[in-house]
């Protein structure tokens, strides 16, 4: 059974950083192009970033040049690397393979208020 746990989220201000992890289980991420994704308040939960088989990362345009993704092979981790942080950012962040969506984690709450 696959179990994804995210984890580091918090209370920043505008402007702060946040490094998000997500451990995985019953999944080897380095075989799934993987991403995060976050839900706002009454909003979608939609994809933020993901990380190729090659590693390389893509980005929704609301979070280019300050969104991260990398992956860890070894801990069978995925992290999300979250810069100059936005009142826009405030959502609740969890994990998961780009396609084929498996059962989602608890997430993790970013809130970034001043």
């Known amino acids: 059974q696959v179990h994804f746990v995210e984890s580091g989220g918090g209370l920043v201000q505008p402007g702060g950083s946040l490094r998000l992890s997500c451990a995985a289980s019953?999944?080897?991420?380095?075989?799934?192009?993987m991403a995060w994704y976050r839900q706002a308040p009454g909003k979608q939960r939609e994809l933020v970033a993901s990380i190729s088989l090659g590693g390389g990362g893509n980005y929704a345009d609301s979070v280019k040049g300050r969104f991260t993704i990398s992956r860890d092979n070894a801990k069978n981790t995925v992290d999300l690397q979250i810069n100059n942080l936005k009142y826009e950012d405030t959502a609740v962040y969890y994990c998961?393979?780009?396609?084929?969506?498996?059962?989602w984690g608890q997430g993790t709450q970013v809130t970034v208020s001043s």
């Open positions: 998961n393979r780009e396609r084929g969506i498996l059962s």
């Open positions: 019953g999944i080897s991420v380095n075989r799934w192009t």
